[in-house]
């Protein structure tokens, strides 16, 4: 069992956001979270990756509660890419890509063939000396994907990666090409968990998909033709009956 939350409920300043959800991903699956905004997707995300405690009820992650892990623990384990942060420091794509080693006492062989194989993964080999600040907003947000896969790189059949809006602001080639990476990574071991508006991409990649309503309940879990129904979407993101947008739910 990887990661195991019973009845977790998130609350800001009192007010309920997330909750209550229940469920149980093994190792070496792929969670997309589907919802609409406000309805809890980050939230969600940040208390999987250990950055946000629970209000109320029990996350675990391979049978020890996540507050047991020390923050060094946790960092070689899980690897998080919030949604876009752009930065004002002049890092290399080099030097920024290598933060996700921070966390690991890697020799420098070691570590320069994991940068070697990541940004080779993320096509980025050619921008290893230029300045993120120069980069385009896709081009970045590769760069930022690189470094949390850097991080789980050489540990992922017992690590996570947790990531909110993966798919922003690359073009459809770069969807298409993270999209078949992260599904070589979980058949290999990877755990990977998603929030994502680009649900329609992503059935034939999920393995479950988790629906949540405005109010942060879960909807449904289960496989992507039981989840991504028009029934469910229409509630999700509350939907006029006679919304085209149903129609194109059919796959």
């Not at 602001?169 to 998603?194: A, I, N, P, R």
């Not at 879990?221 to 509630?235: A, R, Y």
Request: net charge neutral.
């Amino acid at each position: 069992m990887s990661l195991r939350l019973e009845d977790i409920i998130a609350k800001h300043q009192g007010v309920r956001v997330l909750g209550p959800i229940c469920m149980n991903l093994e190792q070496g699956t792929w969670l997309s979270i589907v919802g609409a905004n406000g309805a809890g997707k980050s939230t969600l995300l940040r208390i999987l990756a250990g950055a946000e405690a629970v209000s109320d009820g029990t996350y675990q992650f391979q049978g020890r509660r996540i507050s047991e892990l020390r923050n060094a623990e946790r960092a070689k384990l899980f690897a998080y890419l919030a949604q876009a942060a752009p930065t004002q420091f002049p890092f290399t794509v080099r030097e920024y890509v290598l933060l996700g080693a921070l966390p690991h006492q890697w020799s420098s062989e070691t570590r320069r063939r994991a940068l070697c194989d990541v940004t080779k993964s993320m096509s980025l080999e050619g921008l290893l000396e230029r300045s993120v600040v120069q980069l385009s907003g896709g081009e970045f947000q590769r760069v930022r994907l690189a470094r949390s896969l850097l991080q789980i790189w050489l540990n992922r059949e017992a690590s996570v990666l947790i990531l909110d809006e993966p798919l922003t602001s690359l073009d459809w080639k770069h969807q298409e090409h993270l999209l078949v990476l992260l599904g070589q990574l979980v058949y290999q071991g990877l755990t990977v968990v998603d929030a994502t508006h680009q649900f329609l991409l992503m059935p034939s990649h999920d393995d479950q998909v988790l629906v949540l309503s405005p109010r942060g309940e879960a909807l449904a879990i289960g496989k992507p033709s039981l989840t991504i129904t028009p029934e469910l979407i229409q509630n999700a993101f509350e939907l006029d009956e006679r919304s085209t947008f149903r129609a194109r739910l059919r796959f």
